[in-house]
C-alpha cells in the first residue's frame, strides 16, 4: 500500500480533509506554537500503544518472514496477522479519534505514518519470499535485525511506565538497538529491510549507520 493511498484512506475514514504535505505550523505565532506543542504531548501519550502494536507487528512479520524462507507454511498466517495488526493501529478507531477535527498533524503522527507506510511495503514484499530465494541467507540476516530493532523499540516504550526497572530495559533495548545498527551495512541491497529498520533507529535517536555504536 502505498504513501499517498495510505494517508488518503484515513483522511476519508476521518473526514479530516487532511494532506500527505502538511506540515506542523509554522511562523504564526506563539500562540500557536504552544498549541502545537499541546498537540504533540498530548498525541505522544495516545500514540505510544499505537506505536507498541506497530514494533509488535514487525516482530511477528521478522518470524513469519524467516518460517517463509524454511518452508514453513505457516509462515504465512503469521504474515497475514501481522499486517492486520499494522493496519489496527494505523486505521483503527484510535487513530481515527485523533484525526477527528482535522488541523495539523504532530511531528510524531507524521513519523508514525512514515513507519506504517514503510511497513506495509516491507509486507508486501514478505508476502512474495520463499524457500527458493536467491538471496535467503541476506533476507534471514536482514529479518533478524529487524526483530532485534523492533524489540529494541517495544522495550524502550516499555520501559517508560516500568518504574526503577525502566533504565534496566532502557540499557537492553539500547543494546538491541545498537546490535540492529551495527548489522545494517550488510543489507545495503534489501532497501525496504534497511530504510525500516534505519527508521526505527531514527525514531529512537540513533546516529547514522554509516557511524554505528560499538557493540
Ligand atoms: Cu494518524
Not at 139 to 164: I, T
Request: aromatic share 2%.
Amino acid at each position: 500500500m502505498n504513501k499517498q493511498f495510505t494517508i488518503t484512506l484515513l483522511c476519508l475514514l476521518t473526514l479530516a480533509g487532511c494532506d500527505s504535505s502538511q506540515k506542523p505550523a509554522q511562523n504564526e505565532g506563539a500562540i500557536n506554537h504552544i498549541g502545537q506543542m499541546k498537540l504533540d504531548h498530548t498525541q505522544d501519550k495516545q500514540m505510544q500503544p499505537l506505536q507498541m502494536l506497530l514494533g509488535q507487528a514487525l516482530v511477528m512479520a521478522a518470524y513469519g518472514a524467516n518460517m517463509k524462507l524454511d518452508g514453513n507454511d505457516q509462515g504465512q498466517n503469521l504474515l497475514v496477522d501481522a499486517t492486520g495488526l499494522l493496519r489496527r493501529a494505523m486505521s483503527g478507531p484510535e487513530m481515527t479519534m485523533m484525526h477527528k477535527g482535522g488541523g495539523d498533524m504532530s511531528a510524531s503522527m507524521h513519523q508514525i505514518h512514515d513507519l506504517g507506510d514503510t511497513a506495509f511495503d516491507l509486507l508486501d514484499l514478505m508476502m512474495g519470499l520463499s524457500a527458493d530465494d536467491s538471496h535467503a541467507v541476506q533476507l534471514r540476516k536482514a529479518n533478524e535485525l529487524l526483530a532485534m530493532a523492533a524489540s529494541g523499540h517495544n522495550m524502550l516504550l516499555q520501559a517508560e511506565s516500568a518504574g526503577e526497572l525502566g533504565a534496566v530495559m532502557q540499557k537492553h533495548a539500547r543494546e538491541l538497538l545498537n546490535q540492529a545498527e551495527a548489522g545494517l551495512a550488510g543489507i545495503e541491497g534489501l532497501g525496504e529491510y534497511h530504510k525500516l529498520i534505519l527508521h526505527l533507529l531514527r525514531m529512537h535517536g540513533m546516529k547514522d549507520h554509516h557511524t554505528p555504536a560499538k557493540i
